[in-house]
């Protein structure tokens, strides 16, 4: 682990120069304050929480994808979205760590596959652009909806409606706020990512912003296609290098795709991150606003 290289990619992100991206490992802190229990984020966790804490077979233990498509086989759609609401709707968790982080610094763009609310809580008290993916929904070639958050509430807005000065919070797969929507089976996913391929999941605002953008991975790992697949079409147009990818123990899997993709692997966890985070930066209650997609 260099803490060189953890203190400038602190930086980075500090000043938004760097985008963060955050996978499951994002939440590893996260626990419900009355049982201790961990919030299910990871699949293994996700698939237990949904099947009531009973594994299923290998083939579909593999994948929360996968799990998620077996239920919604047997039960509806409607009973993975009733998990996921109420998973990370209604029940309470204690804060992150890392959200807790950038809730101070307030990049001004964040990606994140979770579908809790903890990045959106972040930035109750910022104006933002809300963007959520969104599967096998009729009336619409898009795969994503859009809100603004004025402070108060949210209201959904068209893509040529953006406020192209706040900041963006990217959740492909979903959330349960302002309304749920998720991706989650088998089924959703192939519907957004052909989609996403197609250009059809992202507006066009975002496709120009994200041009030259230099990402850092946090709490993701890379060993399942689907996660592969969305992140490579997410940082499309990236920079050079186009980020790092914070991964304590690389499989050679990882390593291998990181390599193809031009990411550079920092063998180290969120927890360095943030101890390497630079002490003086002060957050601004009324940060300078930054024109996005012009």
């Not at 309470?92 to 959106?120: E, K």
């Not at 972040?122 to 402070?151: C, E, K, M, N, Q």
């Not at 406020?163 to 957004?192: H, M, N, Q």
Request: net charge negative.
């Amino acid at each position: 682990m260099s803490t060189e290289i953890l203190q400038r990619l602190a930086t980075g992100l500090t000043r938004g120069e760097l985008v963060p991206y955050l996978g499951p490992g994002a939440l590893a802190d996260v626990v419900d304050p009355a049982s201790g229990e961990p919030i299910p984020a990871a699949s293994e966790s996700m698939i237990l929480a949904m099947n009531n804490g009973r594994p299923m077979s290998a083939r579909l233990m593999w994948e929360f994808s996968r799990a998620a498509m077996s239920i919604e086989l047997k039960r509806g759609r409607s009973a993975v979205n009733r998990f996921l609401t109420g998973t990370y709707g209604d029940r309470t968790w204690t804060r992150a760590a890392l959200h807790d982080w950038l809730a101070r610094t307030r990049p001004p763009y964040v990606v994140d596959i979770n579908r809790d609310t903890q990045l959106q809580d972040s930035y109750l008290t910022t104006p933002h652009t809300l963007i959520r993916g969104i599967a096998r929904i009729g009336g619409t070639p898009y795969r994503f909806v859009i809100h603004h958050w004025d402070g108060e509430t949210y209201r959904e807005v068209a893509q040529e409606n953006v406020d192209r000065t706040l900041p963006i919070l990217f959740k492909p797969l979903g959330s349960p706020v302002p309304t749920p929507t998720f991706i989650a089976s088998d089924a959703d996913f192939v519907d957004y990512i052909t989609e996403l391929m197609g250009g059809l999941a992202i507006p066009g605002f975002l496709k120009e912003y994200r041009v030259g953008r230099q990402y850092v991975l946090l709490g993701l790992r890379l060993t399942r296609d689907t996660e592969r697949m969305i992140l490579s079409d997410l940082i499309h147009a990236a920079g050079s290098p186009p980020g790092w990818a914070l991964i304590v123990d690389p499989t050679a899997k990882e390593r291998r795709f990181c390599e193809r993709q031009g990411l550079e692997i920092v063998e180290a966890d969120i927890p360095d991150l943030i101890a390497a985070a630079p002490r003086d930066h002060i957050e601004d209650p009324t940060p300078a606003m930054q024109e996005i997609g012009c």
